[in-house]
């Protein structure tokens, strides 16, 4: 028979079996891992969209504005985001310009595609290798406008100021030397008609653009004659900024399908252009896009700037091929 001895007390506590103590590390670790589930997740997240984001090429388009800088910001907006998405991978954005700006933008290759007046579309395709794709010219009413024209301006009631030889001695104001619109055009028109300028004029001052400086100096009196392009009255009177009888047009002209005030002869209007540095295959894109723009989308009706919202008219046959014929003694830049 085998005897159990009995121990108590301290005795017995000493030869006890241990009692199981519960781990506090195992909560820690899984808490620590969930931790680290959910920074790698954050972390995919976010160089997923750093990785979209640089997927997403930025294409500058370079636009002449005859106003405003930001109205014709707002004007072109929504062809540019009609284009962005129209050609997946890219964000076109406008870029818009004065003049010598612009000229300025393209020879150091901060644009990709250009929208300008013809003249200067065809300087800087001697200088720069443009090549246009597309005309985007005004919708006016019902119809497209692909022509544009020069107007001769002077305040209502100036009866001295009728015919084209009447601006001799008189005080001209145009937007510079090289607007084709706002100088160019009258400055040809002049002198078919005999009248040169700035030799036969009393004085010719350039306010710079945009072009909306030119009325005002005619109206404040600071000039006998303005000179801008056609559509930027009618824009003036929709707006409410010019009231419809506060000026005359000298020498008004007449065409067929084209409703807007006019002083001089018709050229085709503004052609979109594509520096070399963009690929073949971008250009066709963009290329296709606008031909294939419906009359009723936000981008063919969203500009401001011209006497009715914008519509897109694309075809190669409206570009010109050359400048129009300068005066002998005309300034180009």
């Given at each position: 028979?085998?005897?159990?001895?009995?121990?108590?007390?301290?005795?017995?506590?000493?030869?006890?079996?241990?009692?199981?103590?519960?781990?506090?590390?195992?909560?820690?670790?899984?808490?620590?891992?969930?931790?680290?589930?959910?920074?790698?997740?954050?972390?995919?997240?976010?160089?997923?969209?750093?990785h979209a984001a640089r997927a997403e090429e930025?294409?500058?388009?370079?636009?002449?504005?005859?106003?405003?800088?930001?109205?014709?910001?707002?004007?072109?907006?929504?062809?540019?985001?009609?284009?962005?998405?129209?050609?997946?991978?890219?964000?076109?954005?406008?870029?818009?310009?004065?003049?010598?700006?612009?000229?300025?933008?393209?020879?150091?290759?901060?644009?990709?595609?250009?929208?300008?007046?013809?003249?200067?579309?065809?300087?800087?395709?001697?200088?720069?290798?443009?090549?246009?794709?597309?005309?985007?010219?005004?919708?006016?009413?019902?119809?497209?406008?692909?022509?544009?024209?020069?107007?001769?301006?002077?305040?209502?009631?100036?009866?001295?100021?009728?015919?084209?030889?009447?601006?001799?001695?008189?005080?001209?104001?145009?937007?510079?030397?090289?607007?084709?619109?706002?100088?160019?055009?009258?400055?040809?028109?002049?002198?078919?008609?005999?009248?040169?300028?700035?030799?036969?004029?009393?004085?010719?001052?350039?306010?710079?653009?945009?072009?909306?400086?030119?009325?005002?100096?005619?109206?404040?009196?600071?000039?006998?004659?303005?000179?801008?392009?056609?559509?930027?009255?009618?824009?003036?009177?929709?707006?409410?900024?010019?009231?419809?009888?506060?000026?005359?047009?000298?020498?008004?002209?007449?065409?067929?399908?084209?409703?807007?005030?006019?002083?001089?002869?018709?050229?085709?209007?503004?052609?979109?252009?594509?520096?070399?540095?963009?690929?073949?295959?971008?250009?066709?894109?963009?290329?296709?896009?606008?031909?294939?723009?419906?009359?009723?989308?936000?981008?063919?009706?969203?500009?401001?700037?011209?006497?009715?919202?914008?519509?897109?008219?694309?075809?190669t046959t409206h570009v010109p091929t050359a400048?129009?014929?300068?005066?002998?003694?005309?300034?180009?830049?």
């Amino acid at each position: 028979m085998k005897i159990i001895e009995s121990r108590s007390g301290p005795e017995a506590a000493a030869f006890a079996p241990p009692i199981p103590q519960r781990s506090t590390r195992t909560p820690l670790r899984r808490k620590a891992f969930v931790i680290f589930v959910r920074f790698c997740f954050l972390l995919c997240v976010a160089l997923s969209a750093g990785h979209a984001a640089r997927a997403e090429e930025i294409v500058d388009l370079g636009i002449l504005s005859f106003r405003d800088l930001e109205s014709t910001r707002r004007q072109w907006t929504p062809l540019a985001d009609y284009l962005s998405r129209q050609v997946p991978g890219h964000r076109f954005v406008v870029r818009p310009y004065f003049l010598d700006d612009l000229s300025a933008a393209v020879a150091a290759g901060q644009v990709d595609f250009v929208l300008t007046q013809p003249e200067h579309y065809v300087l800087l395709r001697s200088a720069h290798r443009l090549a246009a794709v597309a005309t985007l010219a005004p919708r006016v009413g019902d119809g497209g406008t692909p022509r544009f024209g020069g107007v001769i301006v002077a305040r209502a009631g100036r009866s001295d100021l009728r015919a084209l030889t009447d601006l001799r001695d008189k005080v001209v104001v145009a937007t510079h030397a090289n607007s084709l619109g706002s100088y160019r055009l009258q400055q040809w028109t002049l002198h078919q008609a005999g009248v040169r300028l700035p030799d036969d004029i009393a004085g010719l001052r350039f306010t710079g653009q945009p072009q909306d400086r030119v009325i005002d100096e005619i109206l404040a009196g600071r000039g006998d004659v303005g000179f801008v392009r056609t559509g930027l009255i009618e824009s003036l009177i929709d707006e409410g900024k010019l009231a419809a009888d506060a000026l005359q047009v000298i020498n008004p002209q007449t065409s067929p399908n084209f409703p807007l005030r006019l002083s001089t002869e018709l050229f085709p209007e503004w052609p979109f252009s594509t520096l070399p540095q963009v690929p073949d295959d971008l250009a066709r894109a963009v290329t296709l896009a606008l031909l294939g723009i419906a009359a009723d989308d936000p981008a063919a009706r969203a500009g401001r700037n011209c006497s009715a919202p914008m519509r897109t008219r694309c075809s190669t046959t409206h570009v010109p091929t050359a400048a129009p014929t300068r005066p002998p003694n005309a300034r180009s830049g």
